[in-house]
């Protein structure tokens, strides 16, 4: 298991100080766990430390002495705290305070949670298969068997608009950033025209013929309908006539999705596992320290047994086993229950789906009775229903709950990847905590990293435009427009102006292809939050680049937000503006 490098710098220092062993005290499996340390780093962290140590100086002396945590007060821990606080993409971040030693039980999702996968050799064999399905027995062109995926043209936190056959990415207040229509991209007069020029009405995207792009596997079914939309628009060809966007639309989404149940993509992953999952030596640790430590783990996947059973025999085994062993299912013994076949949302939302128990060797089900069947076995019910068996095909909150015997909502943190069934179903509906995982997380930071100097330029540039803008508006104010002194002032302020727009545009360009060469960051929409931040930000508590990232973190380990303003703290608490009480 590979630790936290902030605990292995801490184990590091707790080593060279007696007096910060009763200080700092890491969790026992943590010490016992086998990890590899990066002995350059460490040895240079732990020399820049000591040289702190040494000194009796910190980043938090001054503030400490402020606020009388010094002398005799002071704190014992100080010499375990390295010079900078390390960040990178194995850190969990927080949305809103959790603390995990309030957590009950842990669920995980399956499917790019629990299980990542190689891409794009994954999405290939849905968008192959489907391919198939539509030109052979849909009859759409044969033309289109001949085109490759590409998954490096999609973004998470598109929308679709299956009516008109275009993809928007919008800001937190739903205003159309870009738009393309297939994989053409709209003119800004023509995005403004189709989605913001509306009278005495704002579009909420939430319509029927909107679709949101919230999970990798989208990028499947976005990729084959623009295909589609360039052939029905340029191409001459009668079938694609005679058929409208949410037509076709709505026929790629069948045929991808019947590949996830016909068996053309878990007989090849069966087949060659190592080929299209990403093995995690931090799994089982992981899932074995929540139930060392009294945490209850479930599994909630909408993949069916037969599909779960071999992705979860690979990731445990860490290798393509004989079959015997295989359907020894050990892989089950790290969760308390498994629920396959969820239908999630409607496995959060609906409280009349029936349950049903699967049989791990043959796939079969068998009806239960759920709740009732918990209740008439009295004392210990749940323990007594589990012991027949814990796997389990459909149901409902309900019954995950009462097998749990958990009461509160809150009790529970759902670790997935999908915005929507995952994460806000499960929090907005239930109050479960949430966790969201983004596998792009890592490339995010890494650019948003190496952008820093010219996102600092285009804030600044920002700043100075908007205190232009006030004087301006001073200016305008106070005036006379008909004197030239003062129309020349407002004429000079508008050039300037003029000039730091069309600077920020190039820039601001600049800045987003960096990110991706169409849609930018994903994170930001021009200079807004984009929906998928909005989302994020509100209903994911904590967020992660994967799953196994929460192992890194002790059980009991409290997270805490960084603080957010308004733009009228914001501006009162930068030092370089002047505050004015009037």
């Given at each position: 298991?590979?630790?936290?490098?902030?605990?292995?710098?801490?184990?590091?220092?707790?080593?060279?100080?007696t007096?910060s062993?009763?200080?700092?005290?890491v969790?026992s499996?943590?010490?016992?766990?086998?990890?590899k340390?990066?002995?350059?780093?460490l040895?240079a962290?732990?020399a820049?430390?000591?040289?702190?140590?040494?000194?009796?100086?910190?980043?938090f002396?001054?503030?400490?002495?402020?606020?009388g945590?010094?002398?005799?007060n002071?704190?014992?821990?100080?010499?375990?705290?390295p010079?900078?606080?390390?960040?990178?993409?194995d850190?969990?971040?927080?949305?809103?305070?959790?603390?995990?030693g309030?957590?009950?039980a842990?669920?995980?999702?399956m499917d790019?949670?629990?299980?990542?996968?190689?891409?794009?050799?994954?999405?290939?064999?849905?968008?192959?298969?489907?391919?198939e399905?539509?030109v052979?027995?849909?009859g759409?062109?044969?033309?289109?068997?001949?085109?490759?995926?590409?998954?490096?043209?999609?973004?998470?936190?598109?929308?679709?608009d299956?009516?008109?056959?275009?993809?928007?990415?919008?800001?937190?207040?739903?205003?159309?950033?870009?738009?393309?229509?297939?994989?053409?991209?709209?003119?800004?007069?023509?995005?403004?025209?189709?989605?913001?020029?509306?009278f005495?009405?704002?579009?909420?995207?939430?319509?029927?013929?909107?679709?949101?792009?919230?999970?990798?596997?989208?990028?499947?079914?976005?990729?084959l309908?623009?295909?589609l939309?360039?052939m029905?628009?340029?191409?001459?060809?009668?079938?694609?006539d005679?058929?409208?966007?949410?037509?076709?639309y709505?026929?790629?989404?069948?045929?991808?999705?019947?590949?996830h149940?016909?068996?053309?993509?878990?007989?090849?992953?069966?087949?060659?596992?190592?080929?299209?999952?990403?093995?995690?030596?931090?799994?089982?640790?992981?899932l074995?320290?929540f139930?060392?430590?009294?945490?209850?783990?479930?599994l909630?996947?909408?993949?069916h047994?037969?599909?779960?059973s071999?992705?979860?025999?690979?990731?445990?085994?860490?290798?393509?086993v004989?079959?015997?062993?295989?359907?020894?299912?050990?892989?089950?013994?790290?969760?308390?229950?498994?629920?396959v076949g969820?239908c999630?949302?409607?496995?959060?939302?609906?409280?009349y789906?029936?349950?049903?128990?699967c049989?791990?060797?043959?796939?079969?089900?068998?009806?239960?009775?759920?709740?009732?069947?918990?209740?008439?076995?009295?004392e210990?019910?749940?323990?007594?229903?589990?012991?027949?068996?814990?796997?389990f095909?459909?149901?409902?909150?309900?019954?995950?709950?009462?097998?749990?015997?958990?009461?509160?909502?809150?009790?529970?943190?759902?670790?997935?990847d999908?915005?929507?069934?995952?994460?806000?179903?499960?929090?907005?509906?239930?109050?479960?905590?949430?966790?969201?995982?983004?596998?792009?997380?890592p490339?995010?930071?890494k650019?948003?990293?190496?952008?820093?100097?010219?996102q600092?330029?285009?804030q600044?540039?920002r700043?100075?435009r908007?205190?232009?803008?006030?004087?301006?508006?001073?200016?305008?104010?106070?005036?006379?427009?008909?004197?030239?002194?003062?129309?020349?002032?407002?004429?000079?302020?508008?050039?300037?102006?003029?000039?730091?727009?069309?600077?920020?545009?190039?820039?601001?360009?600049q800045?987003?292809?960096?990110?991706?060469p169409?849609?930018?960051?994903?994170?930001?929409?021009?200079?807004?939050?984009?929906?998928?931040?909005?989302?994020?930000?509100?209903?994911?508590?904590?967020?992660?680049?994967?799953?196994?990232?929460?192992?890194?973190?002790?059980?009991?380990?409290?997270?805490?937000?960084?603080?957010?303003m308004?733009?009228?703290d914001?501006?009162?608490?930068?030092d370089?503006?002047?505050?004015?009480?009037?």
């Open positions: 298991m590979r630790l936290d490098p902030r605990v292995k710098l801490a184990i590091a220092m707790a080593c060279l100080s007096s062993i009763d200080a700092f005290q969790p499996r943590a010490i016992k766990s086998n990890f340390v990066d002995q350059f780093r040895k962290s732990v820049d430390e000591t040289s702190a140590a040494a000194t009796g100086e910190n980043k002396t001054s503030l400490l002495e402020e606020v945590l010094s002398g005799e002071a704190l014992k821990s100080l010499d375990v705290l010079p900078k606080r390390s960040v990178s993409a850190d969990v971040f927080c949305n809103r305070e959790l603390k995990l309030n957590i009950r842990v669920g995980f999702d790019y949670t629990i299980a990542q996968y190689k891409q794009p050799a994954f999405d290939k064999l849905a968008f192959d298969g489907a391919k399905k539509l052979k027995k849909l759409y062109p044969e033309k289109l068997l001949d085109v490759e995926y590409d998954h490096t043209f999609w973004v998470r936190g598109l929308i679709i299956t009516q008109r056959g275009n993809f928007i990415k919008i800001d937190r207040h739903k205003y159309a950033r870009v738009a393309y229509h297939g994989f053409t991209p709209m003119s800004s007069r023509t995005r403004k025209d189709v989605y913001s020029r509306f005495n009405q704002v579009p909420s995207f939430g319509e029927k013929q909107y679709v949101n792009m919230d999970t990798l596997f989208q990028f499947v079914d976005a990729s309908f623009a295909t939309i360039e029905k628009d340029n191409d001459e060809n009668e079938f694609l005679f058929k409208t966007y949410e037509e076709i709505k026929d790629v989404r069948e045929c991808v999705d019947l590949c149940r016909d068996g053309v993509i878990k007989d090849e992953v069966a087949r060659n596992p190592e080929k299209y999952i990403v093995l995690d030596d931090n799994m089982i640790p992981m074995q320290k139930r060392e430590d009294g945490v209850k783990v479930f909630l996947t909408n993949s047994w037969e599909y779960t071999v992705a979860m025999n690979y990731l445990y085994h860490q290798a393509d004989d079959p015997e062993l295989k359907l020894k299912n050990e892989w089950t013994d790290l969760f308390d229950v498994v629920v969820s999630k949302p409607a496995y959060l939302v609906d409280p789906l029936n349950l049903f128990r049989d791990p060797k043959t796939g079969s089900l068998k009806n239960t009775d759920g709740l009732y069947e918990i209740e008439a076995l009295g210990d019910g749940a323990k007594k229903f589990l012991e027949q068996g814990k796997i095909q459909g149901g409902n909150w309900k019954h995950l709950t009462a097998m749990l015997e958990i009461k509160a909502g809150e009790e529970i943190l759902y670790v997935g999908h915005l929507y069934s995952d994460v806000l179903r499960s929090k907005r509906t239930l109050g479960w905590r949430s966790m969201f995982i983004m596998p792009e997380l490339e995010e930071m650019t948003f990293h190496e952008q820093k100097p010219l600092r330029k285009i600044k540039l700043k100075l908007d205190e232009l803008s006030l004087v301006a508006d001073g200016v305008a104010a106070s005036g006379n427009a008909e004197d030239p002194e003062t129309a020349e002032k407002l004429e000079n302020l508008k050039e300037d102006d003029s000039k730091i727009k069309s600077a920020l545009t190039e820039m601001t360009k800045y987003h292809q960096a990110f991706h169409i849609w930018g960051m994903m994170f930001q929409a021009g200079h807004q939050d984009s929906r998928l931040a909005y989302f994020v930000t509100n209903y994911a508590c904590l967020y992660t680049a994967k799953a196994t990232n929460l192992g890194l973190t002790s059980t009991q380990r409290p997270f805490r937000t960084s603080g957010q308004l733009p009228h914001s501006l009162v608490f930068d370089e503006n002047d505050f004015f009480d009037v």
